[in-house]
């Protein structure tokens, strides 16, 4: 038999719709364009340029050489899931049941098990933006909607969320809202107040809340920043997830967490055995080194963020023609340059002309049109250089 008889067509036109129309990330447009380019100053992806310490290694390989290469726990092992325990009630001055924490194959398999417990094909997901990428493609992938909620720049208040607006936003459909604080792209941090404000809100509307406080450490007045855990009771619809990819530079690991009720186990469980089966138990031991004897590592990568902040708004500062709110959180500096409105352009303009790669605001969805954002965590001579370059290209224009 041929194929003669049958309509000509794409592969791609038989696919779901969800898979089809997952949109391209801005972000990766910009990293191929100028990846191979000798000289490029890479400050596109959220990562720093510090490869993951000895000690974290170390605790993997021995999992290794002990034989640790089997099948293991769908929750995480009781020694890892013990360790976030431990590691949230030292955090947030609260004690911590084991049984609220569920190891994941990298934060972003805690967002999709999230979304998929929360909602279904033609629910809606609101989501404070400009935001994370991934954040708007996943809810899409997952047969939902994204529905944006724009938050406020200002040059005297920075980035504020309306509370009114994202109020305003919730319709029948809308089955929860994701926070981001600190936040990527913006830097915004909420404080105790606004979290307790959104909250309020959720619980009035029976809405879940996804938590994403991945950038919680990476503050620079404060130890740590505001959390839901500082406002919620035990059974409120909030679902944490996070990652050990930003404190302890395990990006590559690709190993998180979900901290959500205890009724939500069985829920939880099933929905990683039918996506991954469990996280490697050797990985695993790597998580529980870095919980219980990271702190003085992550100590001085916030440090080193500050460092990088520092430089990066005093350099760009004095151009006199960029705007930003300086970042109370999170590594990024999320700013806009006077005169240019096409930051997607404008992102691959720079890796031609300045050899520096930046994540073009458009990538994060209404309100980062023309913005740029660039990952300030990394040593401070590179963030020094990457920032001469762009204000001597400026001082070009």
């Known amino acids: 038999m041929t194929h003669s008889a049958f309509a000509p067509s794409r592969l791609t036109d038989h696919l779901s719709a969800p898979a089809r129309e997952a949109p391209a990330s801005g972000i990766v447009e910009v990293m191929n364009h100028g990846r191979a380019r000798e000289g490029m100053i890479p400050l596109w992806a959220g990562e720093g340029d510090v490869p993951t310490p000895a000690f974290i290694c170390e605790a993997a390989a021995r999992g290794l050489r002990d034989g640790e290469t089997f099948y293991t726990w769908q929750r995480g092992i009781p020694e890892l899931r013990a360790a976030l325990a431990r590691y949230t009630a030292r955090l947030y001055g609260v004690p911590e049941a084991v049984e609220r924490f569920f190891v994941t194959g990298s934060g972003m398999q805690a967002l999709q098990t999230a979304l998929r417990m929360v909602g279904a094909g033609g629910d809606e997901v609101l989501i404070p933006t400009p935001a994370w990428v991934n954040f708007s493609a996943a809810i899409g992938v997952g047969g939902m909607a994204p529905v944006p909620v724009v938050m406020a720049y200002s040059s005297d208040r920075g980035w504020v969320l309306d509370l009114d607006r994202l109020a305003a936003g919730i319709t029948p459909r809308t089955k929860a809202v994701i926070i981001n604080s600190p936040s990527n792209p913006t830097g915004w941090t909420a404080t105790r107040d606004e979290l307790a404000a959104v909250l309020a809100i959720a619980r009035r509307h029976g809405l879940w809340i996804i938590a994403d406080e991945v950038y919680g450490r990476f503050v620079y007045d404060v130890e740590r920043a505001a959390s839901f855990h500082d ?144 990952c300030f965590a990394r040593s401070e001579p590179q963030v020094r250089e990457a920032s001469e370059r762009i204000a001597a290209w400026i001082a070009r224009q």
Do not use: C, H
Request: hydrophobic share 45%.
């Open 231 to 374: 406002v919620a009771e035990p059974d409120d619809r909030i679902i944490y997830i996070n990652t050990f990819s930003k404190n302890w530079a395990m990006t590559g690991w690709r190993i998180g967490w979900i901290e959500a009720p205890v009724e939500l186990g069985p829920v939880i469980e099933n929905l990683i055995q039918y996506s991954t089966s469990g996280v490697a138990a050797f990985l695993q031991r790597a998580a529980v080194a870095a919980l219980d004897e990271g702190e003085d590592f992550l100590r001085q990568q916030v440090e080193r963020a500050r460092t990088g902040r520092d430089t990066a708004t005093r350099i760009l500062g004095a151009t006199n023609r960029v705007r930003f709110a300086n970042p109370s959180g999170a590594f990024y500096l999320f700013f806009g340059i006077e005169g240019v409105t096409n930051t997607r352009r404008l992102g691959l303009q720079l890796v031609d002309e300045a050899n520096v790669g930046l994540a073009p605001g458009t990538a994060f969805g209404p309100g980062g049109e023309g913005f740029l954002r660039m």
